[in-house]
């Protein structure tokens, strides 16, 4: 009796396919964002993406209504004059129909959609407008990037991966901020990197990780800033990683309030700069406060190391 009322609870994690949002402030074009949408589709994962038209890197939580793209998207990604947003009009139709949720709109919507304005505003026009034709209603998690470069420490505070992450949370949707520190921007039809299929397989993993610890994925108000190190010969596949749960920002002896426990650190996480400049392939998971963007308290790192328990590691001591 128990039991069956356990398996029953379980099967919907498992057969549901759980609805992602994706933003950067790279670029709706920008390929990271493109190739880690690939690697959540292979996961298994339903997603589409609402980003800017253009690099819009740096823009914190500006938010602006959508304006007419002037002198197109990127990388020559949309033509001139092109509306406010809108998506790529020579997109085959089929993108859209694997997805199982289907309004009446679906036949104009690509999964590739781009707003002309902030990363803020293009989250919230696909949390707002976007995910209701996609998915019948709110996407269960958001995340943002992978960002080209790293957002550490108090370059959070400008990052416009983290403010469309941070602006999901606010919206109510559990979210993740992904940088990493190798490449520049690319375009989507550019040839495929390493580092691009590393960072993606990474996020994927983190990803897959949250939702598998069950709703709520995350405690409220609160966001996981994730940052890789350099992709190089040393640490060229996603076997070579190892993720630390982090600070966002230096913690102020006799101050700041401890930090959660774990791999014997007497109440002090390290900060994320010193996680991804460890050396090895160490990656950095904070657990960030939606409301300054800085380190979240000790309660809600305790939920995150159990979440994540599977896939934390400690720096070497
Ligand atoms: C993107 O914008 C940022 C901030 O304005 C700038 O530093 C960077 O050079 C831009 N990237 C490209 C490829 O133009
Ligand atoms: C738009 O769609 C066409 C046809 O599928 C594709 O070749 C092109 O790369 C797409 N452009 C963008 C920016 O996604
Ligand atoms: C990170 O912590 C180290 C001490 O472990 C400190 O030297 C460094 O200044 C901190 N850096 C940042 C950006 O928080």
Same mark, same amino acid.
């Given at each position: 009796?128990?039991?069956?009322?356990? *398996?029953?609870?379980?099967?919907?994690?498992?057969?549901?396919?759980?609805?992602?949002?994706?933003?950067?402030?790279?670029?709706?074009?920008? +390929?990271?964002?493109? =190739?880690?949408?690939?690697?959540? #589709?292979?996961?298994?994962?339903?997603?589409?993406?609402?980003? &800017?038209? /253009?690099? !819009?890197?740096? +823009?914190s939580s500006?938010?602006?209504?959508?304006?007419?793209?002037?002198?197109?998207?990127?990388?020559q990604s949309c033509p001139p004059g092109s509306p406010p947003t809108g998506n790529n009009a020579s997109m085959p139709r089929f993108n859209v129909d694997s997805l199982r949720h289907r309004s009446k709109r679906s036949s104009q919507l690509t999964v590739e959609q781009y707003v002309n304005?902030? &990363? =803020?505003?293009?989250? +919230?026009?696909?949390?707002?407008?976007?995910?209701?034709?996609?998915?019948g209603g709110l996407p269960d998690i958001a995340v943002a990037g992978p960002n080209v470069g790293s957002n550490l420490g108090i370059v959070t505070q400008f990052s416009g991966t983290v403010g469309a992450a941070v602006e999901a949370v606010k919206e109510g949707i559990p979210a993740i901020a992904f940088s990493?520190?190798?490449?520049?921007?690319?375009?989507?039809?550019?040839? @495929?990197?390493?580092?691009?299929? *590393?960072?993606?397989d990474l996020s994927t993993t983190v990803t897959q990780a949250l939702v598998n610890s069950g709703t709520p994925? %995350? $405690?409220?108000?609160?966001?996981?800033?994730?940052?890789?190190?350099?992709?190089?010969?040393?640490?060229?596949?996603?076997?070579?990683? +190892?993720?630390? @749960?982090?600070?966002?920002?230096?913690?102020? $002896?006799? %101050?700041? $309030?401890? /930090?959660?426990?774990?791999?014997?650190?007497?109440?002090? @996480?390290?900060? !994320?700069?010193?996680?991804?400049?460890?050396?090895?392939?160490?990656?950095?998971?904070? #657990?960030?406060d939606a409301g300054d963007k800085t380190t979240a308290g000790k309660e809600a790192q305790s939920v995150v190391l159990e979440k994540l328990g599977s896939i934390l590691s400690c720096l070497p001591s």
């Open positions: 009796m128990y039991l069956s009322a356990f *398996v029953i609870c379980l099967l919907p994690l498992a057969a549901v396919a759980v609805n992602v949002i994706q933003s950067n402030d790279d670029g709706w074009a920008e +390929k990271n964002l493109r =190739v880690f949408y690939d690697s959540l #589709v292979d996961a298994g994962f339903e997603s589409f993406i609402s980003a &800017p038209a /253009d690099n !819009e890197s740096g +823009k500006l938010d602006a209504p959508p304006t007419e793209v002037d002198d197109g998207c990127q990388f304005s902030y &990363p =803020v505003t293009a989250m +919230k026009f696909g949390i707002q407008t976007l995910s209701e034709d996609f998915y990493g520190s190798s490449g520049e921007q690319t375009a989507w039809n550019a040839p @495929l990197e390493n580092y691009m299929s *590393v960072y993606a994925y %995350l $405690p409220s108000n609160v966001f996981l800033n994730v940052n890789y190190p350099e992709v190089n010969e040393d640490c060229a596949a996603p076997s070579d990683y +190892k993720f630390v @749960l982090s600070r966002v920002n230096i913690a102020i $002896p006799f %101050l700041t $309030p401890a /930090d959660v426990e774990t791999c014997g650190n007497d109440g002090r @996480l390290p900060n !994320e700069t010193d996680v991804v400049g460890t050396d090895g392939c160490y990656a950095s998971i904070s #657990v960030g």
